[in-house]
């Protein structure tokens, strides 16, 4: 079955750095799309980031992210990641993984907090 875990979650200061990893098993994993989504306290889940299966063509889909986060996949490894520099307090949020395979699977989610 599809498997999908983050780590790499934590408490940091403003502008501090996170590299946030996500391990997939379950599928084939270079065939697929990659997601990394976040959802903040009282807020809807949104999409970060993505990646595409061939090429590795990533795309940053919020404004207030885009050149301080930055997507990238492992495929000999199965692994995604989200790289996050100048972190702000905005960004605090539980970070999800997802791959859409004829249906949403989502990772536990890995939290980030920054805060000073």
């Known amino acids: 079955q599809v498997q999908l875990v983050e780590s790499g979650g934590g408490l940091v200061r403003p502008g501090g750095s996170l590299r946030l990893s996500c391990v997939a098993s379950?599928?084939?994993?270079?065939?697929?799309?990659m997601n990394w989504y976040r959802q903040a306290p009282g807020k809807v889940r949104e999409l970060v980031a993505s990646?595409?299966?061939?090429?590795?063509?990533?795309?940053i889909h919020v404004d207030s992210v885009r050149g301080r986060f930055t997507i990238s996949r492992d495929n000999a490894r199965a692994t995604v990641y989200l790289q996050m520099n100048s972190l702000k307090p905005e960004d605090t949020a539980i970070y999800y993984c997802?791959?859409?395979?004829?249906?949403?699977?989502w990772g536990q989610g890995t939290q980030v907090t920054v805060s000073s």
């Open positions: 997802n791959v859409y395979i004829t249906k949403d699977y």
């Open positions: 379950g599928f084939n994993f270079s065939w697929w799309p």
């Open positions: 990646i595409t299966n061939i090429g590795g063509m990533p795309t």
